[in-house]
């Protein structure tokens, strides 16, 4: 049989007649909700039930429970028994076995993971992000919506819908700009504080010789950004805009220097007012002995796109910052284009790029872009999100490298994993720069001693902290989703069960969550590694920021806290 959870809950015996699943009791159906985001896992009857009743449990809940499973087997498998009943008793709990019956969500699962085994430019890719996205048009369990249980699964199947729409609206770019443009306006439906969608929109209405339409595009970003989250939109889609100006009013544009010039001072006005610390990291690339190809890596919010921005300031007028995350078909050299024109290159350099766009830069182009670098003075060619650039531009950036002695080549990324398997892991480098959180001595100057403990040094929660919870919080969640999209479900569990009970050794994390010690020990790794927990001189791990702690615990229901205390009471 299959049971589909995504969009209305329907179910369908082994003949495909439908099953009776929508006449369920409300109950029922919830209780069947809550196996199948948690498919293939035993779920304690407590911690069921605690799902479904939250703080309003009824007097006898196990039985009620019981009551309901019961309703299920006997509504869709009228003729099963415990031997063929996809709701599964075990260790005094339940599962919903996906051996036993199809289940929709947990097919889209392995559709996620089976990216990672699929080469990042072939066509099998785009035939697998298009089986995700059919599977992904519909969230799971809308009758649901902010149930505390719902809610992971349907941001799970929120980011897989989003991400499989703009890996498909960047393979459309060259071929179809027009369909490039539909995908990435539905990604920004469903993720509307996503500036990728934005980007991946604006430059298909590029293609299109529709500068206006980009404009409007980002005028939406902004808007959105500021009325919802109290923020402007990041440096690199700025640029883009600026870009797309450029191009429309070219014929009365003011020169390219003294554009270039005018782009440097108002980065420069920002990232004074704005940037703090990495002075060690500074030294390094303008020091005397500063290596030529130097990788940036650091989770999301950690500051990377204002560290391109303070190297600029730092040396006006030879710093030029491209971005990798835009470049793709018809933009493939969209990065190396952004920097020259930082970097003051004429307009015969720019039509060599422009030239290249679909195929690979010839040695002839190639010596003329090198030109731009011959200054007495070093320059810097750096790449903001490069994880992304596809072979022929990694190929030609490493020939600028060879060429050119005076220039340094920066990349940032989020970390140095996202590299395997794909062409920018032949950059190899002797020196990564981490950007790790910002120490309370870098925050001192803001003047505020609780700035530390409220961000945890994060970057990008330092302009958020001190506003409205919703807004903060907001912000906060991103951020904590962001950095551990690529962790097992198990993070979410420890920094949710930190956020709930303060700090926790793996001896009371243990039972709280069902997991070995080496495994929640790979996890706190990972978790301290994306600097949300920090650790504490016995082991015990809590949250860095208390922006994002109280961010989580206040997605906590009452009725699920309590539960937590009393296991962790009943493990003390």
């Known amino acids: 049989m299959r049971v589909c ?174 369909r490039s443009l539909r995908l990435a306006l539905d990604a920004i439906e469903l993720s509307p504080y996503l500036e990728s969608g934005y980007e991946a929109a604006m430059a298909a209405a590029v293609a299109m010789d529709r500068p206006d339409e980009a404009l409007r595009i980002f005028d939406r970003c902004r808007r959105v950004l500021d009325e919802e989250l109290g923020v402007a939109p990041s440096g690199g889609l700025v640029r883009l805009q600026r870009e797309v100006m450029a191009g429309r009013h070219a014929v009365a544009a003011v020169a390219e220097p003294e554009r270039v010039a005018a782009l440097g001072v108002a980065r420069a006005a920002v990232s004074q007012d704005r940037f703090l610390g990495r002075t060690t990291h500074l030294g390094i690339l303008f020091g005397p002995d500063a290596p030529p190809l130097v990788h940036v890596v650091g989770p999301a919010g950690s500051g990377k796109s204002a560290f391109l921005a303070e190297i600029a300031r730092h040396a006006p007028g030879r710093v030029g910052i491209g971005h990798g995350g835009s470049s793709a078909g018809v933009l493939r050299l969209a990065w190396l284009r952004r920097a020259l024109i930082e970097l003051g290159a004429g307009p015969d350099v720019l039509a060599v790029v422009d030239a290249g766009s679909d195929r690979p830069l010839r040695g002839d182009e190639l010596e003329l872009i090198a030109a731009v670098f011959a200054e007495p003075e070093p320059s810097f060619l750096a790449v903001d999100d490069a994880a992304d650039l596809d072979s022929a531009s990694v190929t030609e950036l490493a020939w600028l490298g060879r060429r050119c002695p005076g220039l340094r080549i920066v990349l940032t990324y989020c970390y140095p994993s996202q590299l395997v398997g794909r062409p920018m892991a032949s950059l190899n480098t002797p020196l990564v720069l981490r950007l790790g959180p910002l120490t309370a001595a870098e925050l001192a100057p803001l003047g505020d001693d609780t700035l530390a403990e409220r961000s945890g040094g994060i970057p990008a929660l330092l302009a958020v902290a001190s506003r409205p919870p919703e807004i903060a919080h907001a912000v906060a969640m991103q951020i904590a989703r962001e950095r551990t999209r690529w962790m097992p479900d198990l993070a979410w569990e420890v920094l949710r069960s930190c956020a709930v009970l303060g700090p926790l050794g793996t001896a009371e994390l243990a039972p709280l969550t069902g997991r070995s010690v080496p495994e929640l020990l790979t996890c706190i790794d990972s978790l301290v590694h994306a600097h949300l927990l920090s650790e504490g001189q016995v082991g015990e791990v809590r949250h860095r920021s208390s922006v994002i702690r109280d961010a989580i615990a206040e997605q906590v229901s009452h009725a699920s806290s309590a539960h937590l205390r009393n296991q962790l009471a009943a493990a003390s």
Do not use: C, M
Request: proline share 6%; net charge negative; no cysteine.
């Open 5 to 178: 959870v995504l969009g209305q809950l329907t179910a369908t015996d082994g003949d495909g007649v439908v099953l009776p699943a929508g006449e369920l009791p409300r109950r029922a159906r919830q209780v069947l909700g809550v196996l199948a985001a948690r498919h293939d896992r035993i779920q304690s009857k407590d911690a069921l039930a605690d799902a479904v009743w939250g703080a309003k449990l009824p007097g006898n809940h196990v039985a009620a429970l019981e009551h309901y499973v019961s309703v299920i087997r006997r509504r869709l498998q009228p003729a099963g028994n415990a031997s063929s009943w996809f709701i599964v008793t075990r260790s005094g709990g339940y599962l919903f076995d996906t051996s036993r019956a199809e289940l929709d969500l947990a097919e889209l699962r392995a559709g996620i993971r089976g990216l990672d085994a699929l080469a990042p430019d072939g066509s099998e890719r785009l035939v697998a992000h298009a089986g995700i996205l059919t599977l992904a048009r519909q969230l799971p369990f809308p009758e649901d919506p902010y149930a505390d249980w719902a809610e992971a699964a349907r941001a799970e199947v929120q980011f897989a819908a989003v991400n499989s729409l703009l890996e498909l609206a960047r393979a459309a770019l060259p071929s179809d700009p027009a």
